[in-house]
């Protein structure tokens, strides 16, 4: 793999401190291997002027349904519970391997397209393995698995699955995957919400989840309607109920968390559970606006993800960041939710919900050269002095400014192409 050599670009990057300069990044193989001014190439390098453009973490997207991406728009009239027993369900149900692989590359083009490097996917029930083999293709880096569906009178019968095959299906493709391509590629136990799995399935999770140290992913009180059928099947409340069958720990990460009470977050708390903030989603589906200010002072992991398709009709980080912004300043007040702190759950917070930090979500040596870079001179995003690169970022920047992406050290996007200094290569 050839070295790449990034010159004089803006790097933003929400480090321990937030360091930001104009300088080079050296890139070798998969990982920044130097950070400086005038950094000398090597023959062979691959040297790219980013003079004017600016370099940021790639995005991680905590939740994502890739085998949503055909049914884009499909829901703007229903909560989640209708929602899904009339529409997606049954959507679901008639995929077949095939529409599953290109719903997976359409989704994998736009989330690359708009700089998003690492995702955190659920499938539906089948056909998971071709989705995987399309993240496999992309080149990004990815926690992905089956949804795991055993329980619900109204779930249509191809997704119907009897609790020993849901677990096996989930198993094997562990098996074929975690640790793909030197581990960018992850399994993630996905029982898909509380709603449709039941109590043997779940505790079985644990137990795997446990013994080979897996992410597991799932959906937790997004709507009342959904904690209500929760609180009549269990007699808890969602996240109650999943620390009640010792799921609550670091490797679980929810998606939503809108509806907590108090014993909830102090459960997400103290067991270090992550939340993904999915604010698109909440908002089109109706089911409400997540305390994240008040979840970030209790110090919780939160990170963001744009859901499906369908929910949202767009997957790009700006506009999760955007939004994630923009709703809670009306609630509480203008400095609630300001630039910087959505760009640090749209990146290393991200990664800590992964327990990556190390790896990913910040632009330093020795972690993996994950990278966007974004081109921010167009007219519309063009700043007044002293408005700072991360709130251009946030508040006026679209997928059309990124330029590259690069994923493990390779470009795996080029929008328009940036100068090659050295003609050779
Ligand atoms: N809860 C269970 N399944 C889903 C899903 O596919 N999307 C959303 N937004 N919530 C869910
Ligand atoms: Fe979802």
Redo the contacts with the bound molecule.
Sequence with gaps: MANILLKNGEIITMNGNGEQMVGDIYITGDTIKAIGKNLKSHPGDKVIDVTGRVIIPGFIQTHI?LC?TLFRGKGDDME?MDW?RKR?WPLEAAHDGDSIYYSALLGLGELIQSGTTTIVD?ETVHHTDYALQGIAASGIRALSGK?MMDKGKEVPLPLQERTSDSIQQSVDLMEKWHGYDSGRIKYAFSP??V??CTEDLLKEVKTLSDRYKIHVHT?AS?NLG?IEIVQRETGMRNVTYLDYLGLANERLIL??CIWLDEEEKRIIRDRKVNVSH?PG?NLK?A?GIAEIPHLLDKHISVSLGA??AP?NNNLDMFNEMRLAALIQKPVHGPTAMDAKTVFTMATIGGARALGMEREIGSIEVGKKADLAILNLNDFHIYPSYDVDTISRIVYSATRSDVETTIINGKIVMENKKLKTIDKSL
């Design positions: 349904h949503q989640l899904l997606i659920m949804a898909r919400f709603v449709s959906h997004e959904e998606a939503h999915c989603s589906l089911s859901d499906g929910c």
